[in-house]
């Protein structure tokens, strides 16, 4: 489709542009006026499809909530080991004074 970007209306124009001939590795335009002309490919849509597809059965929100305490049960997990770590650490310091 051959086109100019029309200032007045801030959008792609196609008045008085018109497609003469086209082949797979050019296109040619005429115009009745001279201005910025381009020409606009309709490219087809991929097919979008979710990444992870829930299970048969179970609603997305049971997912979501799933992962949701999963991750704040390995967040725990770590906040206890840290703690851990931190207490045992600073045991080994008093035992060597």
Same mark, same amino acid.
């Given at each position: 489709?051959?086109?100019?970007?029309?200032?007045?209306?801030?959008?792609?124009?196609?008045?008085?542009?018109?497609?003469?001939? @086209?082949?797979?590795?050019?296109?040619?335009?005429?115009?009745?006026?001279?201005?910025?002309?381009?020409?606009?490919?309709?490219? #087809?849509?991929?097919?979008?499809? #979710?990444?992870?597809?829930?299970?048969?059965?179970? #609603?997305?929100? @049971?997912?979501?909530?799933?992962?949701?305490?999963?991750?704040?049960?390995?967040?725990?997990?770590?906040?206890?080991?840290?703690?851990?770590?931190?207490?045992?650490?600073?045991?080994?310091?008093?035992?060597?004074?």
């Amino acid at each position: 489709m051959c086109v100019f970007y029309n200032v007045a209306t801030s959008s792609w124009d196609s008045s008085g542009v018109t497609l003469t001939s @086209i082949s797979s590795t050019f296109a040619t335009c005429s115009s009745t006026h001279l201005t910025g002309f381009s020409l606009l490919q309709q490219v #087809p849509a991929a097919p979008v499809s #979710p990444i992870v597809t829930p299970p048969a059965g179970l #609603p997305a929100g @049971i997912i979501a909530l799933i992962a949701v305490l999963a991750a704040l049960a390995a967040l725990a997990l770590l906040a206890v080991l840290f703690a851990y770590a931190r207490r045992k650490k600073s045991d080994e310091e008093r035992l060597k004074m």
